[in-house]
């Protein structure tokens, strides 16, 4: 297969001479050619199967142990101006880039094959969805991209019949921390990446593709592309509500997602529609309406167990791609926090032992196709999306943020995703639980400056009057000893259920500084058996600790200077003011 696409074909022929691949093979993205590549990797050893009994179609990766999560400080955006990248992104000019670039790609697939890999992120027949090619060495990228793009022949079509695309090129190159790089060109929708094997660095379509790059674009074309999973609420009368939530990576997105009511909310039903990005648009009537450029949940495996999310859990039982996890003696796949099973293999493939660290990498992952999960919507595949009642926005943070508050405008909401600060986890290198500033969760993924983000989100109220209400969560309240305030999981049902109230204007809030918050009898929490202090805790704020909070988060805004928008400036004042 080739393709009648000039620019394509001319393309692949411009990197097939520069990496010099041994050969060349376009994937069609069927069932026959998966299992294929799959046994080229057990032949490899780069994949090893697991139980077939219990684990049926699936497979355990263990990938370079220096190579295991994104790699921020190696992620660049190269467009031509620095200002446009801003301060919140890594910037190189991109001809000294393109030059670092081709040193390392200089015969880099020599004795390999290079994969010509289209795909489109989101339903072939969406409007809203947009196409990529990605050229790669690497069998395990073409087997993950082909569970979360719809990748292949469809794709290829609709390239051929004149979409634009976004060019790829990947290389493994000698998985060297030293030679690792992820650039991106937002003028010229390209990206470059070499080095490294993992998701986030290698998997181009997903946070390359569907968040930095189609964030520039989204912003140009008037649509957001943001780090927000997508569910929908159905109450018991049938009515759904479609929710998208912005959490940081490893915060509980996928568990969200994926929620089974409690007990006491049997009727209630939660819909997935997506895990991890959301592409919103403004359709004719001015409703923001969300699709899931994805097909797979690429979700973290430690913690995931029958209790914390029982739909998660069954999906990963066949057809499921994992990587970094440890091994049960009977080659079961195990994790920390599974709560069956004994590990007897670690995540690096040695004997396990509790000395040696956790049998599976604290960012270990799951891929398995989204269709696998038992509450996938099937309006996931509707062209047109689902539209939109409530963003919620969310960190993890031990103190501080409430469980739940509302804001009270369109602005007030921006401003509130502009605050975003959680504390961080394995999903990239570097020191883990220290708070930092992830606004709208998309510190690692915005692809030009945070105040022409700010500004792009703030002009959505100039276009419509239908936008919907902005909340913030916070799943995540500690006592001094360390332990959790709120249950969680399935019980953020509770929450989501006030969120959905007030939407519908069916409960009156408590008005503070920082938004509406529940009354304390607004959610029902008469059999959680919480201590009623830590409860009027959860659900009030503490004006000193805000006023600390208001006057970093001041600090932070200023230091992106006349770039600011001022109506954030002026929003932020004005709760500044209002808690003095
Ligand atoms: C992810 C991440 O893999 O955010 O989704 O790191
Ligand atoms: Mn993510």
């Not at 090129?169 to 003028?187: A, K, N, Q």
């Not at 509790?354 to 509450?375: D, L, Q």
């Not at 600390?548 to 988060?553: I, K, L, R, Y």
């Amino acid at each position: 297969m080739t393709t009648k696409n000039q620019a394509l074909a001319a393309w692949v022929h411009e990197v097939a001479a520069l990496t010099r691949p041994q050969n060349i093979v376009w994937c069609d993205g069927s069932d026959d050619e998966y299992d294929r590549m799959v046994n080229l990797m057990l032949e490899e050893g780069t994949l090893s199967p697991l139980n077939s009994q219990t684990h049926p179609n699936c497979y355990l990766h263990l990938s370079d142990p220096q190579d295991v999560a994104r790699v921020e400080h190696l992620t660049f955006i190269c467009s031509e101006n620095a200002e446009e990248a801003g301060d919140n992104n890594n910037w190189l000019a991109p001809e000294q880039a393109k030059e670092k670039m081709a040193g390392l790609y200089d015969g880099c697939m020599q004795g390999r094959t290079m994969y010509v890999v289209p795909y489109c992120m989101g339903p072939i027949a969406s409007p809203y969805s947009r196409c990529g090619v990605e050229l790669t060495d690497s069998p395990y990228v073409v087997i993950n991209m082909k569970l979360m793009t719809r990748m292949g022949s469809a794709a290829l079509e609709r390239i051929e019949r004149g979409d634009s695309f976004v060019k790829g090129l990947h290389s493994v190159g000698e998985l060297d921390p030293e030679r690792r790089f992820i650039m991106h060109f937002p003028e010229e929708l390209s990206i470059m990446s070499y080095g490294s094997g993992y998701g986030g660095n290698a998997l181009l379509g997903k946070k390359c593709h569907a968040l930095r790059i189609a964030s520039w674009q989204a912003r140009q074309e008037g649509w957001l592309a943001e780090h927000m999973l997508i569910l929908g609420l159905e109450s018991p009368t049938g009515e759904t509500h479609y929710i998208a939530a912005a959490f940081p990576s490893a915060c509980g997105k996928t568990n969200l997602a994926m929620l089974i009511p409690p007990e006491k909310y049997k009727d209630w039903k939660i819909w997935t529609l997506g895990d991890d990005i959301a592409w919103l648009h403004l359709d004719d009537e001015g409703q923001l309406r969300a699709i899931n450029p994805e097909a797979c949940y690429f979700g973290v495996v430690p913690g995931t167990n029958a209790k914390t999310n029982r739909n998660a859990y069954d999906m990963i039982q066949q057809n499921t791609i994992f990587t970094n996890v440890g091994k049960t003696d009977d080659n079961q796949p195990w994790w920390e926090d599974k709560k069956v099973g004994e590990p007897s293999v670690d995540w690096k493939g040695n004997p396990y032992s509790v000395e040696s660290g956790p049998a599976a990498h604290p960012n270990s992952r799951f891929t398995v196709s989204a269709t696998e999960n038992k509450a996938y919507s099937s309006l996931a595949e509707a062209p047109e999306g689902v539209p939109i009642s409530a963003i919620v926005f969310g960190g993890r943070r031990k103190e501080l943020a409430p469980l739940v508050y509302e804001a009270k405008s369109w602005e007030h909401g921006v401003l509130i995703g502009a605050g975003v600060a959680s504390e961080t986890t394995a999903a990239a290198t570097g020191e883990v639980g220290v708070v930092r500033r992830d606004p709208m969760a998309m510190k690692p993924f915005c692809g030009y400056n945070f105040a022409d983000y700010w500004s792009h989100w703030l002009s959505f109220a100039e276009r419509t009057d239908k936008l919907p209400k902005i909340f913030h969560v916070n799943w995540f309240r500690q006592n001094d000893e360390g332990e959790f305030l709120w249950p969680g999981f399935g019980e953020n049902l509770r929450v989501l259920q006030w969120i959905i109230q007030r939407c519908d204007g069916e409960v009156s809030a408590n008005e503070t500084a920082i938004g509406y918050l529940p009354n304390e009898d607004s959610i029902d929490v008469s059999d959680l058996n919480i201590d009623p202090a830590v409860w009027r805790s959860l659900v009030s704020i503490n004006d000193d600790q805000w006023r600390q909070e208001m006057s970093e988060f001041g600090d932070y805004l200023n230091s992106f200077g006349g770039k600011l928008p001022k109506k954030l400036r002026d929003k932020h004042q004005e709760i500044s003011s209002a808690l003095a």
